[in-house]
């Protein structure tokens, strides 16, 4: 990750009728759980994976938990619309480390919000890590 730009892989985020983020652009995507696990098991460097509603393979609750488990290095970010907002806050008490509004925030804001998420994530990391 740089200052600007990171290593994102989006879980079944479904495009909005918005323009998208550069960001997003540049990401892989997967369709299913097994799909974004098959990118990681590849080494694909991955800061953060953003996760939508409809995978086609599991419910998000259990992707969360999953990936949480299998990869608890990597940030998990909800994206969402607004009116889902109260499905990203079980999915972050459930193990995602933040969530974004996508038909609400700007480029800006989302980019700020995933970067946080990820420094957050890694500050968490190590706090486990010193603990262990």
Do not use: W
Not at 63 to 87: M, Q
Not at 96 to 107: F, G, H, K, N, R
């Amino acid at each position: 990750m740089t200052d600007d730009t990171f290593d994102l892989i989006l879980l079944c985020v479904r495009p909005c009728d918005e323009p998208q983020p550069d960001f997003i652009g540049q990401a892989r995507r997967a369709d299913s759980l097994g799909g974004s696990l098959r990118l990681l098991a590849e080494k694909t460097p991955c800061d953060a994976i953003l996760i939508g509603l409809e995978i086609a393979d599991t419910l998000p609750v259990h992707a969360i938990r999953r990936l949480s488990e299998a990869f608890p290095d990597i940030a998990l970010v909800v994206c969402v619309h607004a009116h889902e907002e109260a499905e990203a806050l079980k999915l972050v008490d459930a193990g995602a480390t933040d969530y974004i509004l996508s038909d609400v925030m700007d480029e800006t804001n989302q980019k700020s919000r995933i970067s946080y998420a990820i420094q957050r994530h890694a500050a968490r990391s190590l706090f486990r890590i010193a603990f262990e």
